[in-house]
């Protein structure tokens, strides 16, 4: 009777451990991001480009935290800013402090 009960237990055991599992999705900023006709792809090589109405603009990424920098190929300095993401918004500081919110394509 106990080695029933012990190993009934230890199958309820089992089961709540993997059903109670749930699978967390990583945050990245991996991906394409559209705010209108404003879409920036960020690729895991760290490479991105800003599609501004069909003009599109090269550049490199680098992340620090909640700090991202973008290097736009052709310019000296980078444009360095907060983000955030929360769900499928990405929220970017832009340079005026203002917040621009991408949705994740």
């Known amino acids: 009777m106990k080695k029933r009960y012990l190993l009934l237990v230890v199958l309820l055991v089992g089961v709540l451990t993997i059903t109670g599992c749930k699978k967390e999705e990583k945050i990245t900023l991996v991906g394409k991001w559209a705010h209108g006709s404003y ?3 960020f690729n895991e090589d760290k490479t991105c480009t ?3 109405a069909g003009s599109k603009m090269e550049c490199t990424y680098e992340v620090d935290g909640d ?3 973008i290097l736009y190929n052709g310019n000296s300095a ?3 800013t ?3 993401i929360e769900g499928k918004k990405l929220n970017i500081k832009d340079s005026f402090g203002s917040d621009t919110i991408y ?3």
Do not use: C
């Open 39 to 41: 879409v920036y792809t």
């Open 50 to 52: 800003y599609d501004v």
């Open 67 to 69: 700090k991202l920098s």
């Open 78 to 80: 980078p444009f360095e």
């Open 82 to 84: 907060t983000y955030t």
């Open 103 to 105: 949705e994740r394509q």
